[in-house]
């Protein structure tokens, strides 16, 4: 029953059941608390028995279930009894240490594991372990500080020490931490070992107390340690005050030479400043008499200019009083005119007004006299064209009708009905087309041109198709030769970037149309068999690929081949087959690498390296090897 789980009705582990089913989660076992509220029949304990229920705690809401577990149980309080085998019926007998247990017609029992028995009531006995095991803990916890502390300091005066108390004081906290060690293990075997676990605890607390007995003896020596170092350090106060001292005249010395050096350095920054400064005031004095000679000379031609502008200016002052004067005459004739001028101006916009208002007038009775004439002329329109289809269509003329009187009786809505049912049939007839054959014969001529055109270009069709084969045949053909070539040319560069045991193939993977397939590359290092070429390594990848482009640049050798950092998923060996198959290939081509290979570097003839000596500008250093072999 230990693998049940708990729940308070059969909704509850109905919902548990579903949520385990959709998520796929295995199985359950479930007690519902409400089917338990029935009571339990009352049993009476076999001899030498207690009940169960009377040495257990349970809450109140998990009574009825405890009644239910455990209403026919009991657990044996003398040794075994047989007698008390024909009591039992339907109850079950405990052991008190589980080493047995007892039913009407079963017994099972034998030896008892580390986590088997005491099943009752483990939760408490686990939290009262785990309560002596912290405290027990903190205590080592305390311990280990101490020795911690103490081993610092011992080590702190390892130099002043003598050797063989070092080494003596060294194993004494060597020993208490195997201590402390051995006492964290036995701590953590308590957790495993529960029935022997207040046993142990004693034997721990026992040990803990040499240990405190040790750490106190440890300590009287630690104390004579102490009064030695005191001294000791009574020694290092002296050197260091020393020490200090000549620290201090050092620092005094080497910052006065600092403070030197600064101000000499400050003088030199100076002197240079003022050599600079006079050598700009000599050069700005230089300017400055060049110029004073300059603006003498503009002086002296300013000031005849401004003798020779005064009398010019004297004989302007004259005729401008008189232009000034003639002027306001002309002012006041110019205000004189402008007054006439606006008042014609006045008159003319009235009679403007007026005559716009006239020809507003006469625009209106034109366009209502032109409205007139177009009705008129639509009328006379329809009346001779109704005199006209009545001359044509029924050879009347309407001038010997005008003045007849009407014999018929048939109303005129009657007639207009009659007349519009005719037209609608003349409509539904078509109107007569006089130059049907002119248009039958355009169309027969228009058919035999496009017949011809038709010809024509079936005829070009064939002709292209034609064209089209020998070309796809030809395609075809020169696309084979060059693929056998490339196949052949790829093997062997394969075989030479590898080994010659390796293999490598092109196949194509439909024969029948070259023109749209595909080409699977095969590559089989030695000792590997691969079903396709992503399951190479990146190095073999990489020949691979080499091999292929060569065994293409073999067909037509191009003139420059540039290759970007080919070389970098290569190993040392494969470097150096690369670097001889370009050797070779650059006897008809001029190969530009781009690499950090240093072997690759090592195998050109000349070496450009790009460096960026100033912050966004690059310098190209070339290193030709041809020159130094």
């Known amino acids: 029953y230990l693998n049940y789980y708990v729940v308070a009705n059969t909704a509850e582990a109905m919902q548990a059941i579903h949520l385990l089913d959709n998520n796929k989660k295995g199985k359950a076992n479930f007690f519902l608390l409400d089917a338990l509220n029935a009571a339990q029949p009352t049993i009476n304990p076999p001899a030498n028995t207690i009940a169960a229920l009377s040495v257990i705690e349970v809450d109140a809401q998990y009574q009825a279930l405890a009644n239910h577990l455990l209403a026919r149980v009991f657990i044996q309080t003398d040794s075994f009894n047989s007698e008390a085998v024909k009591e039992l019926g339907d109850a079950v007998i405990l052991e008190p240490y589980g080493k047995y247990v007892l039913g009407a017609y079963s017994v099972s029992g034998g030896s008892v594991g ?115 170092l005191h001294s000791t350090q009574e020694q290092m ?182 007349a519009d049912r005719m037209k609608k049939r003349l409509e539904n007839m078509g109107e007569v087309n006089p130059t049907a054959i002119e248009a039958f014969t355009e169309m027969k001529k228009r058919y035999e041109f496009i017949l011809e055109q038709k010809n024509d270009l079936v005829s070009a069709k064939d002709s292209l198709l034609q064209t089209i084969q020998e070309v796809e045949a030809t395609a075809n053909q020169q696309f084979l030769d060059t693929f056998n070539q490339v196949r052949e040319n790829f093997q062997k560069v394969f075989k030479a970037l590898f080994t010659e045991e390796d293999t490598a193939d092109m196949v194509l993977i439909n024969p029948e149309n070259l023109a749209e397939t ?46 970007d950092e080919v070389d970098a998923p290569l190993d040392d060996a494969n470097v150096g087959k690369f670097t001889q198959m370009i050797k070779k290939f650059s006897e008809n081509s001029q190969f530009i690498i781009v690499t950090h290979n240093k072997q690759t570097m090592g195998a050109v003839d000349v070496v450009y390296g790009v460096t960026m000596q100033e912050p966004g500008v690059s310098k190209l250093v070339p290193v030709d090897f041809r020159n130094l072999n």
Not at 115 to 131: D, S, V, Y
Not at 167 to 185: C, G, P, S, Y
Not at 191 to 209: S, V, Y
Not at 332 to 352: G, H, P, S, T, V
């Open 237 to 418: 106060r002296l050197i260091e005050a020393d020490y200090k001292q000549a620290e201090q005249a050092y620092t005094f010395a080497t910052a006065q030479y600092n403070d030197t050096n600064l101000q000499l350095t400050r003088q030199q920054s100076k002197l240079g400043a003022l050599q600079q400064e006079l050598v700009f005031k000599e050069n700005q004095l230089s300017d400055l008499k060049h110029q004073i000679t300059n603006n003498t000379q503009q002086l002296a031609e300013a000031a005849n200019e401004m003798e020779a502008s005064a009398a010019v200016l004297t004989a302007a002052e004259a005729g401008l009083i008189a232009l000034i004067r003639q002027k306001e005459e002309e002012e006041k004739k110019l205000n004189e005119a402008d007054q006439a001028f606006y008042n014609l101006r006045n008159q003319m916009q009235e009679k403007e007004s007026a005559l716009r208002q006239k020809i507003k007038q006469k625009e209106q009775a034109d366009a209502i006299l032109n409205e007139i004439k177009d009705k008129l002329n639509e009328l006379k329109l329809q009346l001779a064209g109704m005199k006209e289809r009545l001359q044509v269509e029924f050879k009347i003329d309407i001038n010997d009708i005008l003045d007849q009187a009407r014999d018929s009786e048939t109303s005129q809505e009657e007639l207009q009905a009659a």
């Open 518 to 563: 595909g080409i699977d590359i095969v590559a089989k290092p030695k000792g590997k068999r691969p079903s396709s070429i992503t399951q190479l390594s990146g190095g073999e990848k990489t020949l691979t690929a080499t091999a292929l482009l060569f065994s293409i640049y073999l067909i037509k050798p191009a003139p420059f081949c540039i290759l």
């Open 114 to 228: 580390l986590f088997e028995g005491k099943k009752i009531g483990r939760a408490k006995n686990l939290e009262k372990l785990q309560e002596q095991i912290e405290a027990q803990e903190k205590i080592v916890h305390a311990l280990k500080a101490d020795i911690q502390q103490k081993h610092n300091e011992v080590i702190g005066y390892n130099e002043q020490l003598k050797e063989q108390v070092i080494r003596q004081t060294e194993q004494e906290i060597n020993q208490l931490t195997n201590i402390v060690f051995a006492t964290k293990n036995k701590i953590e075997n308590l957790q495993a070992t529960q029935q022997q676990a207040q046993h142990r605890l004693e034997d721990i607390e026992q040990r803990l107390q040499l240990e405190h007995d040790g750490i106190f003896d440890t300590r009287e020596q630690l104390q004579t340690l102490n009064e030695q």
